[in-house]
Nanobody, 115 residues
Framework: VQLQASGGGLVQAGGSLRLSCVVT????????VDWYRQAPGNQREMVAQ???????SYADSVKGRFTISRDNAKNILYLQMNSLQPEDTAVYYC??????????WGQGTLVTVSS
């Protein structure tokens, strides 16, 4: 199982970025997939989640600004991030859990938002 994240970069406050995560080695459509982020000195936190059925949930800090989506035909997870703020600066990771204690993580992609 491999998760390959991309799309991070440097953006000014108020700008937008779209992250992508290509997932291979599993039947992607069957699994819940998530985006997490970790800022320097902070614990990793869940940002958004999408289930196999397409239900979504978000951290309160990103509701209304971020949108998670998936393309099951291409095995790609997305995170559209709008109205970015400096506090969104972090390394963003895609993640899936196949069963209890069996987690897979992407390598992370750095998002830096300048004020």
């Amino acid at each position: 199982v491999q998760l390959q994240a991309s799309g991070g970069g440097l953006v000014q406050a108020g700008g937008s970025l779209r992250l992508s995560c290509v997932v291979t080695g599993i039947t992607f459509s069957l699994y819940t997939v998530d985006w997490y982020r970790q800022a320097p000195g902070n614990q990793r936190e869940m940002v958004a989640q999408i289930t196999s059925g397409g239900s979504t949930s978000y951290a309160d800090s990103v509701k209304g600004r971020f949108t998670i989506s998936r393309d099951n035909a291409k095995n790609i997870l997305y995170l559209q991030m709008n109205s970015l703020q400096p506090e969104d600066t972090a390394v963003y990771y895609c993640h899936t859990q196949l069963r209890e204690r069996l987690h897979y993580w992407g390598q992370g992609t750095l998002v830096t938002v300048s004020s």
